[in-house]
């Protein structure tokens, strides 16, 4: 048998993204293997109301968080 239960609320959803954002500072920067990876960083950051840039290096590109959001 099932319990029905109202009013419970749904935690909110943390991916992998979000939570190296909640983990950084302004100015702090992070390596990622490639491009979609910079860029699926860089879109989280933006959700959170901040600013990042990219840059390719050696071994992967770089994202710096240069403005915090929320």
Do not use: C
């Amino acid at each position: 048998m099932y319990t029905i239960e109202k009013n419970v609320p749904l935690p909110k959803s943390r991916g992998k993204w979000q939570m190296l954002y909640e983990d950084m500072q302004e100015g702090d920067s992070v390596v990622v293997q490639n491009y979609g990876q910079a860029k699926s960083f860089v879109a989280s950051i933006h959700r959170n109301g901040g600013k990042a840039i990219l840059r390719p290096i050696d071994n992967g590109i770089r994202v710096w968080l240069v403005k915090r959001g929320k």
